[in-house]
Every structure is written in structure tokens, then in C-alpha cells.
């Protein structure tokens, strides 16, 4: 259900709608468009009218021309800004129709919006209902929302969305990589540290990996779910179906640094006695080249740097041993 506010909370875009179409300055459109951004992020609404008006200037090819002399990445700074403004508004309200809408006319910018607030399911479903469609470079975005979501909203509903995606192919390297799994695999990490279903997690995500050819991040994501639950004898038994054993030091990995990160900003949590130095010993007794002996390092050194400066904050735990 939409819910509507009073005019006094609500941001008018009367201007940014007048200047849209090219105008006599793109720059001044991108400071209408932060303004409106700040205006929802304080808490207002957009107003009512100008609501569809919008959405329509994002569908619209010919929004959003800049000028031979202006920048060129304004063009998408205005549409993200834009996009970003709505969306808040229509999870705000509990918008979903809004939320389709933006989906269709502006995907690439509405996936790539940090989203720290909490949803209804309706506008959960809304935003990735469908993903698989998608082109990938949507979905990898995607993923990266859904971690974010995570510390605000119950992801549970679109949990099937989210493991289908351990499979999906990717391309890239570095800054260049596109890869939806990656942030479904952290999403999934953190998740398992808050649900008390983390059994059905774990089966859930063993149902998804083919036998014939598992893909390297459905087997670091289950490595890692295993981890968290300390069944540290089912993560050397993936070890086998492993082409290689980074993906299995990798689960050891996401799983010591989900937990390291929790623990570094709350305290009574329910890993707050985890064996870290259990955990790094089984890596390093996987690792069998330099490649290996790098990752567990580094695991070393994001796990002394995410642990909570006071100890007595998270309970006592055992020491990693050098």
C-alpha cells in the first residue's frame, strides 16, 4: 500500500523537470537532482505529480543530453542521482508498482543503489523478481545490493534468487570483473551468521552445485557455510571435488572474515567463542603451493585487522597462533 505525506514533507522537482531535457546546463541539473537526493535521504517524499514525471524523464532517450562542452559522465550521474531518489521514496512508502517501474526504465542504475533501509517483502520481490533475465552486468550489481540489504531487511523470500545466481557465469578480472556469485556468496556468508536455519542453508546450496562440474564459487560458498558452523571435517571433504583447493581456503576465508567482522561492531553474538585458530590451521594444512600459502596470509591479516580491538567486547577466544 502507498502511503501518502503531507506537501510540507514532501521535495518538488519542479526545476530538474524543466531542465531535463538538455537545458542550458547540465551541471545545474546534477545539483537539482543531489538536492532532491538529499531532500528523500532527510526524509521527505517526492511530491505526488512529479512522481511519474520523472520516471517518464528516465525512460526517455533524449533526457539528459549534455552539451558538446559539459562533461560527458554527467548523462549518467543525473540518471543515477535521479534513480536513486525515486527508489528510496517507493521502498519508503511501500511502493512496489514504483519499483517495477524504475526497474524497466533505468536497471543498470537501480541495482547499483546502496539501499540501507528496511523493505517490505512486496518491494523485495519487486526488485529482483526476475533477476536471471537480466544481462549479467545487472545481476552482479544485484548481488552487491542484496548485501547491503542484508543488515536491514530479511532477505529469506528471494534466498532462491540469491543462491541460483552461485552458478551464473562471469567475465573480468580485478575492477573489471563481473561476477554475480561473489556478492551472493557474502551475502549468503552473512546470512548463515544470523539465521537459526543455517542446516536448510547449507542444503539448500549443496542442492545447487552440479556433480559433474561444480562451479568454483558454489563450492567456496558451501566451504565457507560449512566453516561458520565449525564442521571443519565437511570442508576437507569438498576438497575432492575441488579442481583446486583455493576455492575451499577461500570458503575458510570468507567465513573467518564474516565472523571477524561481526564481532568487531557487536558483542554478544553466537560466534563470539569461534575457533579462528582452528579454522587457519585447516587452511594451512590444505595449502600445498605458494598460491595457497598466499591466501592463507592473507587471511592472517584481514582477520588481525577486523577482530575487535578489545577482546573482552566479544568474549574470549582463542588466540592465532604464528
Known sequence: ??????????????????????GPSALYVRDQARGVVRAVHAGAAVAPDDTDKLVDLLGDPQAFINEPTEPAHLCGENRHNIARALLIHACRTDDPNLVRRLRQVAPSEVHRIDLRLPLSVPCLFALFDGLGQEELAVRHSAMHMVRNIHGHTDITPILDTIISELASPEHGR??????PADGARWALVAYSLDTDDSDSLRERVAAVIDPATPTQNALRTLAALYAVAEQFDRVISLVGRASTRVA??????????????????????????????????????????????????????????????????AGPRTSVGT
Do not use: W
Open 248 to 313: 575451499v581456503i577461500g570458503g575458510i576465508h570468507d567465513a573467518v572474515c564474516g565472523i571477524a567482522g561481526n564481532l568487531g561492531t557487536a558483542g554478544d553474538l553466537p560466534n563470539a567463542r569461534y575457533p579462528f585458530a582452528e579454522a587457519i590451521t585447516l587452511a594451512e594444512g590444505l595449502a600445498t603451493n605458494a598460491g595457497h600459502r598466499k591466501q592463507v596470509e592473507d587471511i592472517r591479516k584481514r582477520l588481525n585487522h577486523l577482530r575487535p580491538r578489545n577482546p573482552a567486547a
Open 1 to 22: 500500500m502507498t502511503s501518502t505525506l503531507p506537501t510540507s514533507e514532501c521535495v518538488f522537482a519542479d526545476e530538474l523537470l524543466l531542465e531535463g531535457y538538455g
Open 174 to 179: 580485478r575492477y573489471h570483473r563481473v561476477a
